[in-house]
Nanobody, 119 residues
Framework: QVQLVESGGGLVQAGGSLRLSCAAS????????MGWFRQAPGKEREFVAA???????YYADSMKGRFTISRDNVKNTVYLQMNSLKPEDTAVYYC?????????????WGQGTQVTVSS
């Protein structure tokens, strides 16, 4: 059974940083895209970032320069380093595995971790 478990969310002041982690179990994703999405209250889930098996990275425009996605294929883990956080970054952040980089659909999802940025 595949599981994606996110950690690292929390409350941070504007301008601060957080690092999210997502540990996958049940199968390896070393040959798949993995990614992060987020959903703010009252809004639809949106793409944040994705990373290929060879660590090619893709970002939503509003996250470029502030967020960095990385992965450790040995640990089957993907990370999201978030800097210069803004109140509008407040959302539940979801890890995804086996992401289709063209459609942004994903086969597997984590439960989500709350990120709250105070002004």
């Amino acid at each position: 059974q595949v599981q994606l478990v996110e950690s690292g969310g929390g409350l941070v002041q504007a301008g601060g940083s957080l690092r999210l982690s997502c540990a996958a179990s049940g199968r390896t994703f070393s040959r798949n895209f993995m990614g992060w999405f987020r959903q703010a209250p009252g809004k639809e889930r949106e793409f944040v970032a994705a990373i290929s098996w060879s660590s090619g990275t893709y970002y939503a425009d509003s996250m470029k320069g502030r967020f960095t996605i990385s992965r450790d294929n040995v640990k089957n883990t993907v990370y999201l380093q978030m800097n210069s956080l803004k109140p509008e970054d407040t959302a539940v952040y979801y890890c995804a595995a086996d992401v289709n980089i063209l459609t942004l659909a994903a086969t597997y999802w984590g439960q989500g971790t709350q990120v709250t940025v105070s002004s």
